[in-house]
């Protein structure tokens, strides 16, 4: 059985990243028929935001990225939170212990100190030379049992190199020389992200680690200690790494990585994981717009390139609006604009109404927020008037008071009726009928940049029309 795994660090705003990487996870697990699990690696005290657990799995949620098992839906092999598996961690250490694979080392931050400053004066890389793994396991006993505070790191052989058979790269050597005894439990009791990950994998059934590119590095410490442990390794893949468009690593500081910027900006779901689909993967037959049943259906590794893909909100903003016009019902893209239409505090007096204005609007917007920010005149009367809109409208703003008018004495406002009346009026006076209609789109909507004026007369209906064009009429004269 395929399983599969995220296992996100609690410690802030969701990165585009582990959406990226939770997508992979997802497509491989149900190619396979296997089963995509969510654990939260939060023993990292110092960085852990209690908000950010919640945020994660609800951006799962969002995406649609449905998972197994994780910490608020429990599973065979939970707990789900790594800082409520401290004893597992123990048991795994003291294992290593016992083997003569790990050793408890007593220095204090002064002693780590003063070695790292002797490593570097003799030319060597900083870090730790490995003293302790030279006392006497009684001794070693003893001073635990004395409750001495420690550390247990990892032997890590000294000589020779360590493979990781990587599934998209093929074998992947590390000098075994470079390692250094890593940390594996820290003094407090917790793990460090080695020692979690590797036992937490094992013990979950993951037999698929689905991971950034960043963790290779850390990959052969993994290999070494499933090795020492007695364990099967699982299967490894280590994704290209995002990019921004300037070669840059996304950052969340540079606020092109958070998924809630983009969520809130009205990026859909859909949209993203398919533009994320396409970081390193292509579609067999080369088309870019797919769901993600699609893309499981005909996925394979073989298809991934590993040089690391460009995120560029600019594609991003292409493929929401594609999916804006061309993918989602009318159905759907109303009900993922209402909340946007909410938190703005636009009403409307009936879903028919507010269907026919995004239809009207359907091919003028490539993000929900967009959206509300270009049809603001459709839900109320004080939209701002654009400095062009304004322009126009004193050009010819001559025409009002008989359009005005003319308006008034209109049976109703449907198209079969402004249409004829609107262009007559127009040919009357000898002019092109935008000379006639631009004024009274910039009386009417306070932008130049709408649908067709007859939808908008139709749409706006008598009373909000007259109650515009009465109102423009004192801004001629100024
Ligand atoms: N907790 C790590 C992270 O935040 C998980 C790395 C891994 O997948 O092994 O990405």
Redesign the pocket.
């Known amino acids: 059985m395929v399983v599969t795994r ?4 609690p410690t802030g705003d969701p990165h585009v990243g582990t959406a990226y ?1 939770a997508l992979f996870d997802y497509i491989w697990a149900k190619k396979n028929g296997g089963k995509f699990i969510v654990r939260v ?1 939060d023993t990292d005290q110092k960085r852990y935001d209690a908000e950010s657990e919640n945020k994660i799995l609800e951006l799962f949620g969002w995406l649609g990225l449905s998972y197994a098992e994780g910490p608020d839906l429990g599973g065979p092999h939970g707990p789900y939170r790594q800082s409520q598996r401290l004893e597992l961690y123990r048991k795994y250490a003291d294992q290593l212990i016992e083997s003569g694979q790990a050793y408890r080392a007593f220095e204090t931050p002064q002693e780590l100190e003063a070695i790292r400053k002797e490593l570097l004066e003799g030319g060597k890389r900083a870090g730790y030379d490995g003293r302790a793994r030279n006392l006497e396991p009684e001794d070693s006993a003893r001073r635990a049992q004395a409750k001495e505070p420690y550390v247990v790191r990892f032997k890590t052989p000294r000589q020779g190199t360590t493979v990781v058979q990587d599934e998209l790269r093929g074998p992947v050597e590390f000098e075994n020389l470079g390692l250094e005894d890593t940390v594996l439990l820290k003094a407090d009791g917790f793990p460090t ?1 080695h020692l979690a ?1 590797v036992v937490d994998d094992h013990l979950m059934g993951v037999s698929d ?1 689905i ?2 590119e960043e ?1 290779l590095p ?1 990959a052969p410490i993994h290999v070494l200690l499933y090795q020492a442990l007695g364990w099967p390794q699982p299967k490894w893949y280590h994704l290209p790494l995002l990019l921004d468009p300037e070669g840059g690593k996304l950052s969340k500081r540079k606020g092109n990585a958070s998924i809630n910027r983009y969520r809130e900006m009205g990026v859909l779901p859909q949209a993203l994981l398919n533009y994320l689909g396409l970081m390193g993967w292509s579609f067999p037959d080369g088309r870019e717009i797919f769901s993600l049943e699609e893309m499981a259906q005909v996925f394979t590794w073989e298809r991934m390139s590993l040089g690391g893909s460009a995120f560029s909100w600019d594609k991003l903003k292409w493929f929401n609006g594609k999916y804006i016009r061309e993918v989602l019902s009318l159905d759907e893209l109303t009900q993922r604009i209402q909340p946007f239409l909410e938190k703005a505090g636009y009403t409307y007096s009936s879903e028919q109404y507010l269907k026919q204005v995004i239809e009207a609007m359907r091919a003028r917007f490539e993000t929900l927020q967009e959206f509300v920010d270009k049809s603001g005149y459709f839900f109320h009367d004080d939209y701002p008037t654009s400095e062009k809109a304004l322009a126009k409208l004193k050009e010819g703003g001559a025409f009002l008071p008989e359009l005005l008018e003319l308006l008034t004495g209109l049976p109703d406002f449907l198209p079969e009726t402004t249409e004829p009346a609107l262009k007559g009026f127009a040919e009357a006076k000898g002019v092109k009928a935008g000379a006639v209609m631009q004024p009274l789109r910039a009386a009417l909507t306070g932008s130049l940049e709408t649908p067709g004026m007859f939808e908008i007369l139709m749409l706006l209906g008598r009373e909000p029309v007259l109650k515009r064009l009465a109102r423009a009429l004192p801004l001629l004269a100024d």
């Open positions: 995220i296992a996100p660090s990487q690696e992200y990950v680690v991971r950034g963790w850390s």
